[in-house]
């Protein structure tokens, strides 16, 4: 159980008026509840806190704290909510990985949702022979948008784990927002007809997702219409009558196994009947006096993420200085280091050996930061051919809940792209995943981001494609300091960790650590992406010292909750419009 922040926030509450006391000094020493040396401001709370991509989907996570349900409870309502009304990310066809802390057992739990290879899929799937007899890569609609292109969900089967086993209410009170919103319809965004927009072309392909993207006059849906998703509200339904059995086995298993095979695709009722989440030991890591708690395999995440903070507390960072060139080229010669294990070292752990105490070890970390310079940017040597998928836009999601009791979530799950297979499977209003492109096709072929893998994230039956999602859980003394997560692909390990390096390092509040502008590395391509926002002096600083340099997108959308003196502070990243942060008080 956290303390009640009383006398914390008595205290605090006095600062503004102390003459003795600056805020500079507050700051550091003693922190008041506003900081007003700071240029933006989390959010703050008292007695919980929501922080999510979509306003709509954070009320009904703080409506159900205040309804008495505890964080995990809020987590999953949240994670249905989403599936409606943010359908490009949230969802139920796909899967994804979840960091809990349980406050009555002190415990980390890493719960992995991940989808897996039906049972029919096999290392060639996606190839074919041209006319000249070579085998080549399946076209991209094969590969990425079609009922082939999807893993077995885990979403349902994660959402249940967690409910069953530390919930408080039942499937049908967390599920009954969505399906009202599912049913009724809501007020469609600027964000999400922007998106719509984008995505025509692939929402428009399968009768059974126009039909409910699309109006039926072939036009798009504006800024101010309503979504319905009837069908989406009845397999909403079956999930608050019977729960998972209804997805894996029950009336919703059987339209998706029907649908599939009317339309090639491999998912059967032996594939989701035999569907299972993992709990899995938390990667473990620190940095300073805090304890990083991530995602293991087969996300890379939690990995990486360890590794380049290791490698990077051999550097006097804070010295430095957040946005110093020099601080700027330790973090992109660290990234490169890591993704370039990535490529190795990484697969599903129930097929292969993963050498995780090594990758997140002190000592290894120590030899990397030797190899270092402080001043030359180090090529990136003996890439193999890769490119950042240009093609797709960053669309999976976090979100982290806290309550009052301590208890946290941080989940980030996906589709894999914006939704998406594009595929809804008929009579259900579900959007199927098309996370079989994160698996590696060949070990010279880089995968749906650009990521080179090995042999060992091949597709097989039962397999978990390797993903870079990060849910993190930072703790101090034991108990949640800092719940982070987002999307981003490939850059979702980066935003993550430069994320901690601002609040841990830097020492930056969450408003400002999410508001820096973020850089990526991924050692193939060797190239440095640079969000706007950093000065044309620092670029020509790096690019003197061999870095080369490109202006990229704005890179992951981070839900975070620092939990710090009693209080909650949060903070919805404002790159995505419509997120928002709620703080219980
Ligand atoms: O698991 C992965 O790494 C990817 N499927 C994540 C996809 C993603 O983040 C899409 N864009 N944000």
Known sequence: MLIKPVIATALSLLLPFSASITYAQASKHQPAIVDYTTRNHPVIGREGMVSSQNFIATEIGAEILKQGGNAIDSAVAVGLALAVTLPRAGNIGGGGFMLVYIADENRTIALDFRETAPLLADKDMF?????????????????????????????VAGFDWLLKN????????????AIKLAKDGFIVSDDLASILRTKHKTLAKHPSTRKIFIKPDGSGYQAGDTLVQKDLAWSLEQLAKGGADAFYQGAIAKRIAADMQKNNGLISLADLAKYRVAVRKPISGTYGDATINAMPAPSSGGTHVVQMLNILENFDLEKMGQNSAAAYHLITEAMKLAYADRSKYLGDPDFVDIPTDILTSKAYAKDLAKSISLTNATAASEIAPGNLAPYESDETTHYSVMDKDGNAVANTYTLMFSFGSGVVIEGTGIIMNNNLGNFTLSPDIPDAFGLMGSADNLIRPGRRPVSSMTPTIVTKNGKPFLLTGSPGGSKIISTVMQQILNVLAFDMNLAD????????????????????????????????MGHNTKTSKTMGSLQSIMYKDGLFFGYSDTRRPGAKTIGLN
């Open 127 to 155: 190839f074919e022979i041209d006319q000249n007899g070579k085998k080549v890569k399946a076209s991209r609609e094969d590969y990425h948008f079609s009922y082939r292109s999807s893993a077995v969900p885990g979403t």
């Open 166 to 177: 530390y919930g408080t209410m039942s499937w049908k009170q967390v599920a009954a927002p």
């Open 513 to 544: 650590a999410t508001d820096a502008p973020r850089i990526h590395h991924q050692w193939s391509p060797d190239a440095l992406n640079l969000e706007p926002g950093i000065s044309p002096d620092t670029i020509k600083i790096l690019e003197a």
